[in-house]
């Protein structure tokens, strides 16, 4: 499968973005998908993950009750809406695929089968 991840850009503290992370190829119900992102100088972080199934999902505590994951599987699509953000949100937003991923080994990336590109997310203070 192959990811592509769009929909970062400049934004306000407290403003809002949604990023998107469009599969091809076949089988995309059949994967969990994560975000993570890297801010310079810094190492990748988990930001938030959904199952395969979408019935879990998964979040940083430095991103509860601002971000949310979901999936429309008939868009090969997964999207992460974030809501009032904070400069410390400044990244690099990646999103990653496992086959059948569910739990806690979504939360580390070196378990991701596949990965997108980056979108850059900037937040100004």
């Known amino acids: 499968v192959q990811l592509q991840a769009s929909g970062g850009g400049l934004v306000q503290a407290g403003g809002s973005l949604r990023l998107s992370c469009a599969a091809s190829?076949?089988?995309?119900?059949?994967?969990?998908i994560g975000w993570f992102r890297q801010a310079p100088g810094k190492e990748r972080e988990f930001v938030a993950a959904?199952?395969?199934?979408?019935?879990?999902?998964y979040s940083a505590d430095s991103v509860k009750g601002r971000f949310t994951i979901s999936r429309i599987n008939a868009k090969n699509t997964v999207y992460l809406q974030m809501n009032r953000m904070k400069s410390e949100d400044t990244a690099v937003y990646y999103c990653?695929?496992?086959?059948?991923?569910?739990?806690?080994?979504?939360?580390?990336?070196?378990?991701?089968?596949?990965w997108g590109q980056g979108t850059q997310v900037t937040v100004s203070s």
């Open positions: 959904i199952s395969w199934t979408g019935d879990n999902t």
């Open positions: 990653a695929a496992k086959v059948l991923g569910w739990g806690s080994e979504l939360l580390l990336s070196g378990k991701y089968d596949y």
């Open positions: 190829g076949r089988g995309f119900g059949n994967y969990a």
